[in-house]
């Protein structure tokens, strides 16, 4: 470990803190192996003894061997062993996640699931159906917890193994937030993500040093190029504000226009050339159901044979006026107006459905759709 500068006795306090926190989880996996049922596990966590043995372990125990690693001078040796002690815990739990990846894939799909309406599919269901519908992408994610959690038990490896970890419980912490996969889970994350931050912090010193001598080491060599390089650099960053400027005021001056009137909407009542249509006979270029997106690639219309298609749908709120065009592949892969199935015409927009009005390959539709209760997944602005 680093020897100098020495930090403070709240750091090495802390280090022993986490030390004896860690070995909780673990002491719960050992137990699960033992054959522990889960109502025995928890009659042992709510035990008051339990818990006031937890306190003294996590909280008495650091604050008498950072006082007695003082007066010895074993404030190195005190920060080595918890170090050791939180890798070997890190390296030991995720070991047991990646691999039980790539030997039982962990991630099941449930048949219940799959019968299951999408909108109606909870997160835990779905956050599993995700991640287990690709075997290789279980695979991977094993091979990416596995590998480090090797390169933690080692200490000549322990540092790549604490770097390469992060990215991997921070992508399993903020999964478990947003997802309410499990309250134990969840807690049990965070507590490897607090584990890993601390490892690497650590090593701060080491990692001055390195940046320094890689600053000190890779100098500029342009030579005579150094002029037109530094150009090259203003002309590129320039551009890169420009164009992301350009962006946001583009999203910003259209915003109107890509959420107005987004939602899944499906018929309820047709009339063609005043006469009204049975809703079980729609003819096949008209839109038994319009999916309008907020990103206009993905929105698509259901005809009357039930074929899924592609279509641009613009409203104009200032003229009530509304132009749905289906969209079909040309023979190089291009898209063109379907011009039999373009509508256009008026739209009265309504909290729960949509009213057409207007004329379809001189057709002349009258449409009402009610809009499906979904719940929009809209950005904060």
């Not at 909280?59 to 074993?74: A, Q, Y």
């Not at 994610?141 to 933690?152: R, V």
């Amino acid at each position: 470990m680093n020897t100098t500068p020495l930090k403070s006795k709240a750091y090495y306090f802390f280090a022993t803190f986490l030390a004896a926190l860690a070995v909780f989880p673990l002491l719960s996996i050992y137990l699960s192996v033992a054959f522990i049922s889960d109502n025995t596990m928890e009659e042992i966590i709510l035990n008051p003894v339990f818990g006031l043995l937890v306190l003294l372990v996590i909280l008495v125990g650091p604050f008498i061997l950072t006082r007695l690693s003082t007066k010895n001078s074993n404030l190195e040796q005190q920060e080595y062993y918890s170090v050791a002690v939180l890798c070997y815990v890190m390296g030991y739990i995720m070991l047991f996640y990646g691999t039980d990846k790539l030997i039982n894939k962990q991630f099941v799909v449930f048949y219940k699931g799959l019968d299951t309406k999408l909108s109606d599919v909870d997160s835990y269901t779905l956050t599993w159906y995700y991640f287990g519908r690709s075997n290789v992408q279980v695979f991977i994610m094993g091979l990416l917890e596995t590998i480090p959690a090797l390169l933690l038990l080692f200490r000549r490896t322990r540092f790549i193994g604490a770097v390469t970890m992060l990215p991997v419980v921070a992508n399993v912490l903020v999964t478990n937030i947003f997802n309410r996969i499990s309250p134990f889970t969840l807690f049990a994350i965070f507590l490897l993500t607090i584990f890993n931050l601390f490892v690497i912090y650590s090593y701060k010193n080491e990692i001055k040093e390195l940046l320094q001598k890689i600053n000190s080491t890779r100098k500029f060599v342009a030579g005579k190029w150094r002029i037109p390089i530094k150009a090259m650099k203003i002309i590129f960053w320039s551009f890169t504000i420009i164009i992301l400027g350009l962006k946001v005021l583009s999203y910003m001056g259209h915003r109107e226009m890509f959420l107005y009137g987004n939602g899944a909407y499906e018929l309820t009542d047709l009339k063609i050339n005043n006469k009204k249509i049975n809703i079980d006979s729609v003819p096949e270029n008209w839109y038994k159901k319009i999916y309008k997106e907020k990103d206009k690639r993905y929105t698509t219309v259901i005809n009357g044979k039930g074929d899924e298609q592609r279509a641009d749908i613009l409203f104009s709120p200032h003229h009530d006026s509304i132009k749905i065009a289906p969209l079909h592949y040309t023979k190089y892969d291009n898209t063109e107006e379907d011009s039999i199935a373009l509508f256009k015409g008026a739209f009265q927009l309504t909290g729960n459905g949509l009213r057409l009005q207007g004329k379809q390959h001189n057709n002349v539709i009258e449409a009402v759709y009610k809009k499906l209760p979904f719940n929009d997944y809209n950005w904060w602005w």
